[in-house]
């Protein structure tokens, strides 16, 4: 059988897949966005794609269409070998990747709850692929997974206990396979094994995520029930008081507005007043715009703080990490936190840093920096890709 593996990572608006051959080699990727709505672009490789979506096209149908492509194209068998899906949300339910089954998918759909906004979609795309499909396996892979580890001090919060015994309200954590890859990625650059290397990974992209990984296993991470605790990001706010919802209610702001707003209108949108993309606001910082200046100052203490507070589930610490657009590729960023943290030790090499780490091993730290610091590109994709691949000679689901 070809060796071949299917990605899908259907998010609210947006289609992604990826293609990868038995070496793990990416063959191709595709992108359909603003679906369900008049607008619909798709992409292959970066390039518009040969076919055009219909206006209002549905997840399920750009799926159907690019699969399509990919045969004509003749980038993919009739089949492929296995199917990844990212699923945002497991619970607790899933401490695994999961093969996916009536039953799985029942376990699924039941943690729509705490994740509304993106489970539905999730399963749409598998029963897209599994009506296209029926007799290739089909991986569910869990952002929170990883973090089931958790030990309770972690991610249990300092609330009444009926809140998490009866409505599931504790930490769960998200990015689990970015910050996976992580573990296992800086292992391997360090050159010793996963079960024996703790680090701290930061996954900054338009979400953030800080997580403390010791001996390759999740001990603590900064995203709680939902996505929007801990960091500053793109329009997320990260941690704020509680007591705000209260407070904002005697303003007119019901309950729901606010969310909406921690959600949407904050980080460094909120600061800066101008955007949520961090090298846009370099750009307006760089040109005297005080409050982009500013957004960059919050966003790298908070970071700074964090990282701090994770030492705290470590005994040793091998590497700090960081990843995701603004960590793989801002210089500024990972020097402005690190310069918050002299005090525990570290030390930047800036001519490593400006290239984001050097060549042979991605470091970033000077010779005297009491830990390493590692530039990691993450590949979440590729992560998935290897999941799936361990179920494609599983028993035939069908
Ligand atoms: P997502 O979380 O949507 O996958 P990414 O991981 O691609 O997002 O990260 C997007 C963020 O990375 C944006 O804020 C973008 O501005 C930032 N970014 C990308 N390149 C740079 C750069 N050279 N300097 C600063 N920020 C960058």
């Keep these: 059988m070809d060796d071949t593996r299917l990605v899908v990572n259907c998010g609210s608006s947006s289609l992604k897949l990826a293609l990868f051959d038995a070496q793990d080699r990416l063959i191709t990727s595709a992108l359909a966005e603003r679906l369900n709505s008049c607008n619909v672009r798709a992409t292959i490789s970066g390039k518009d794609s040969p076919v055009a979506l219909p206006s209002e096209a549905s997840h399920t149908q750009a799926l159907e269409a690019l699969i399509d492509e990919f ?34 998918r029942e376990a699924i759909d039941a943690c729509s709850g705490l994740a509304p906004l993106h489970n539905p979609v999730n399963l749409t795309g598998i029963d897209a692929t599994r009506a296209m499909f029926p007799r290739v396996p089909q991986v569910a892979v ?45 292992a391997r650059r360090l050159g010793q094994p996963q079960s024996n290397t703790s680090i701290i990974s930061c996954h900054l992209g338009n979400g953030c995520s800080i997580t403390a990984i010791r001996n390759g296993i999740s001990v603590d991470t900064s995203m709680g029930l939902t996505p929007l605790e801990g960091l500053v990001m793109g329009t997320r706010s990260g ?18 507005r606010v969310n909406k707003a921690l959600n949407s209108e904050s980080g460094l ?31 790298c203490f908070r970071l700074a703080k964090y990282i701090g507070g994770m030492m705290t589930s470590l005994s040793r610490l091998d590497a700090l990490v960081f990843t995701g657009g603004i960590g793989e590729n801002s210089p500024r960023i990972r020097q402005m936190t690190l310069e918050n ?5 570290f030390s930047i090499d800036h ?36 999941e799936a691949a361990r179920f494609a000679h599983a028993p035939d689901p069908a």
């Design 71 to 104: 045969r004509a194209l003749g980038l993919m068998p009739s089949a492929p070998s296995a199917i990844g899906h990212r699923v945002v949300h497991g619970g607790e339910t899933f401490r695994h990747s999961a093969l996916i089954d009536d039953a799985v």
């Design 142 to 186: 869990f952002d929170t997974a990883f973090h089931q580890t958790l030990p309770r001090k972690a991610f249990h919060y300092a609330v009444p206990e009926y809140w998490y015994r009866d409505w599931g309200v504790r930490r769960y954590g998200f990015h689990g396979t970015s910050h996976k890859y992580m573990a296992q990625e800086a």
């Design 239 to 256: 941690d704020v008081d509680p007591g705000l919802f209260d407070y904002l209610a005697t303003k007119g702001l019901s309950a729901k």
């Design 269 to 299: 949108l909120g600061i800066s007043g101008q955007t949520n993309d961090m090298r846009t606001l370099c750009d307006l910082a760089d040109n005297g715009h005080e409050a982009s200046n500013l957004a960059i100052d919050i966003f």
């Design 341 to 345: 943290l002299t005090i525990l030790g």
């Design 351 to 386: 001519e490593a840093n400006k290239n984001h780490g050097r060549q042979a091993d991605g470091r970033v730290d000077e010779k005297n920096s009491r830990f390493p610091v590692l530039v990691i590109p993450t590949n979440e994709e590729l992560v998935i890709a290897r």
